[in-house]
């Protein structure tokens, strides 16, 4: 199959054959699960079609038209780096839905569930083939939706809208900031195409000298540091593990939390090789290291540690992919897109353990497990290995790309203290050891919590637990197996997928040379450094929690989850008192301030302008205006006045009603008078509809006004009225007879405008469809969802006749 080809049926498939599972489901039932499988397998294989191109420094290219007008078509681009986030979806994917045939329970919404999950892997694979910043945000922000819906899945527990609710507002919004970045990065460079960017020196060297260079650095970095839970977005991961165990495995180790790490890697080329960079990638990620590191030991939920752990290990990734200076533009980036892959396998596996231990014991409180390495001698297996791996135990992968972390940091820390001086030569592979002293610890406490010591005996464990179905234990088997095979021959993995990444983003990019043993080391002595000090301050795992907790509930407003919901919940309250300030009840009101603010529109140009042109209040009724008036012209205006006049002047609503109705209907006669008679037919439908609606409401409510109106309020109201009147009458004779310079009268610009700007001849059409599009789609919006809301009133109606009650 043709490679660009491959590419895109790979991105497409998902979203097309997502819509076909709920009919699939009525013939496979349960085993729907595995049809799910297979799409993901295929797609797997699509993606792997490309390694060929990238191992030889070939990427795959092509677009297709999407808007020409706006510039702008559908562009993928399949590099190393694409290639290698693709296979990871696709093939941490085909794990995630087989082992969900044997997690999900057959009482579930299964069609909903896989088909989220199928969206989610097209969303993912459109980010990593994307070569378009505008198609970037779009599969980037259907992420976001995806995510909520599989976060949420369970909706009828608060616990998963609050997380689903809290992940789409943070993840979601970072978005909105990056899609700012994106529309700046277009101003300076003048394309929205990834790789034209990064492949031009001009274009580079004009963005980095320009004065925006620093504002598109931040607002892209703050969409990928929201999407990766970087700084202070971290809140949303933990409240995110609400959703299903596999779902967390796909979204939260692998896939979804990749996303942000992977735009720092795509916009590499493009944004690294400054100080502001090096300060704000790696700063963030090395905070937020440490920080999530430590804040893990306080966690008792399993899958919490694994999330706080998830946090501390994308870290890692930012922190190596911000190692970058102008002479070493590429200091860490293939430790990052190792430990990227590495980082992959191993979680992957410990979610799906996660998952296993609390199917079979019913729960994931570590403070109730313990002792489980007898009844489940496979999983305590998989789960050593595991979390060793994350640990940097060696023969492991996660050893190796651990020890490229140490040494690119005592590169970096050299370099830095060359060029500004200071103790940053100590300061960064001191951190990069303080992050895997508590990786070590983290990952100690949950083999020890759930495996180790004497088996509990509370009661929410059953007495007897034994080892998972082989659905569900195979996946993880397999995984482990990679992390094995990785670590013992990693010239496979780094030759076919680390090298061609490396060397398509980084120009100059040296050959990776990865192996178990270099000797004795300063990274290796770092890496026994890091065991001696965690196995150390192990001993002190629970003390450190116990002051943490204390910690917290002394100083809870320390917290950022503290501040997200008191701004949420606050939220609420400004609503509803904004609410009621703007909007007290009184239609009154609203008359009067919208007319009020029609007489500022009039008034406030003249003002501005008359002031230079010598334009006065009088000058506003033009002089040479002409009284003449046809007799029926005289009297359908006068009949019109009466009608007004009625309409605010009967004491019985019935009749003002009537007399308001009147009105409308008259000016539908005066629009055929002046040849409209589509506003015309619209007018009729308008008031017959109005009318109907009024005398309905008529029926339930007085047929008297209720309250007298105060002699003031009469005055203020006719004074209103009354310039209301004066500045419509001159705006319409002054658009009559011509209108006071500066200003154009509308009809100019659109008669002048459409046939050019739109190709299209009813100039009434084309405002609509064209000049005033979005205010059209407005209105179908709003037409649509009163139609909705009128169905499902008369829906439940009809239920609730249907049961009797009515």
């Not at 929205?192 to 492949?199: F, H, T």
């Not at 496979?378 to 994350?390: E, G, L």
Request: glycine share 8%.
């Amino acid at each position: 199959m043709d490679p660009f080809n491959a590419i895109v049926i790979a991105v497409f498939l998902p979203f097309i054959l997502a819509w076909t599972l709920p009919v699939l489901y009525s013939v496979f039932k349960q085993r729907i699960g595995w049809i799910s499988a297979l799409i993901a397998f295929t797609c797997f294989v699509l993606n792997a079609q490309i390694i060929p191109y990238t191992m030889a420094g070939t990427p795959v290219t092509g677009s297709f038209t999407w808007l020409p007008a706006a510039g702008l078509s559908l562009d993928f681009y399949g590099d190393g780096m694409a290639v290698l986030l693709a296979l990871i979806v696709s093939g941490v994917g085909v794990i995630i839905m087989s082992y969900s045939n044997g997690y999900m329970s057959t009482k579930e919404d299964l069609p909903r569930y896989y088909q989220w999950l199928l969206l989610f892997m097209g969303a993912m694979l459109g980010i990593a083939y994307t070569d378009n910043t505008i198609q970037m945000f779009i599969f980037w922000e259907l992420t976001s939706i995806t995510s909520f819906m599989l976060i949420g899945y369970w909706r009828e527990r608060p616990e998963s809208v609050y997380g689903a609710t809290k992940a789409f507002l943070i993840t979601a919004g970072g978005g909105l900031f990056m899609f700012a970045g994106f529309l700046m990065l277009r101003v300076v460079t003048g394309t929205y195409g990834i790789s034209e960017v990064a492949q031009s020196s001009e274009l580079l060297s004009t963005l980095h000298g320009s004065p925006l260079y620093v504002a598109v650095l931040v607002l892209i970095f703050i969409g990928a540091a929201s999407k990766s839970a970087q700084g202070p977005f971290y809140i949303w991961l933990p409240n995110a593990m609400e959703a299903p165990t596999p779902v967390s495995a796909f979204l939260h180790s692998a896939t979804m939390v990749k996303a942000g790490v992977y735009l720092v890697a795509r916009m590499h080329p493009i944004l690294s090789g400054t100080p502001e960079w090096l300060i704000l990638v790696s700063g963030t990620g090395m905070i937020t290291m440490v920080m999530a590191g430590f804040m893990a030991f306080r966690q008792t939920d399993i899958k919490a540690i694994l999330a706080y752990s998830t946090i501390s290990q994308l870290a890692y990734l930012m922190t190596m992919y911000g190692y970058s200076t102008a002479e070493h533009p590429g200091l860490g980036f293939a430790a990052a897109t190792f430990h990227l892959l590495n980082h992959s396998t191993f979680k992957a596996t410990l979610f799906l353990v996660a998952g296993i231990v609390a199917h079979e014991a019913t729960t994931r409180d570590i403070r109730k497990l313990g002792g489980l390495r007898k009844e489940m001698p496979k999983t305590f297996i998989v789960a050593v290995i595991a979390a060793a791996s994350m640990a940097g135990v060696p023969p492991l992968n996660g050893f190796l790309s651990k020890e490229m972390f140490y040494e690119t940091s005592l590169e970096i820390g050299e370099l830095v203290s060359e060029t500004y001086g200071g103790p940053w030569a100590i300061i960064f592979p001191a951190v990069a050891v303080a992050g895997g002293v508590f990786t070590l610890m983290y990952s100690i406490k949950l083999i020890d919590g759930i495996f180790l010591g004497e088996r509990t005996h509370d009661h929410d464990v059953p007495h007897h637990v034994h080892e998972a179905p082989w659905v569900m234990l195979a996946p993880a088997v397999f995984l482990v197996g990679l992390i094995i095979f990785f670590g013992l021959y990693p010239t496979f993995p780094i030759s076919v997928l680390i090298q061609p990444a490396y060397s398509g983003l980084v120009p100059h990019a040296d050959h990776l040379h990865v192996a178990l043993w270099h000797g004795v080391t300063t990274p290796l002595l770092m890496t026994i450094a890091t065991f001696a000090i965690g196995l150390v301050l192990y001993k002190f795992y629970d003390a450190i929690a116990a002051w943490q907790n204390s910690f917290n509930d002394k100083l809870p407003w320390i917290s950022v989850n503290y501040w997200y919901d008191a701004t949420v919940n606050n939220a609420k309250g400004i609503t509803h008192k904004f609410a009621a300030f703007a909007q007290p009840g009184p239609i009154g009101v609203y008359v009067k301030m919208t007319l009020l603010f029609m007489i500022f529109l009039i008034f406030w140009p003249v003002y501005m302008f008359g002031i230079n042109l010598g334009i006065g209040v009088g000058d506003l009724l033009p002089a040479g205006i002409i009284y003449d008036a046809q007799p029926y012209e005289i009297v359908l205006y006068s009949l019109m006045i009466l009608a007004a006049l009625g309409a605010a002047l009967l004491p019985r609503y019935l009749p003002a009603v009537i007399s308001l109705s009147e009105l409308g209907f008259l000016v539908a006669l005066l629009y055929v008078y002046l040849k409209a008679p589509d506003l015309a037919m619209t007018q009729v439908c308008v008031e017959t509809l109005s009318t109907i609606i009024f005398i309905l409401v008529l029926i339930k409510i007085p047929q008297k006004f209720k309250e007298p109106m105060p002699a003031g309020k009469v005055l203020v109201n006719l004074l209103i009225s009354g310039v209301v009147s004066f500045g419509v009458l001159a705006v319409m004779l002054n658009a009559n007879l011509g209108v006071l310079a500066p200003f154009e009268t509308f009809n100019y610009y659109f008669i002048e405008k459409a046939l050019a700007m739109t190709g299209g001849l009813n100039v009434v059409n084309v405002i609509v469809v064209d000049f005033r599009g979005y205010d059209t789609i407005g209105e179908i919006s709003v037409l649509s969802l009163a139609a909705l809301g009128v169905y499902s009133l008369i829906l439940s109606r009809a239920k609730k006749v249907k049961g009797g009650k009515e």
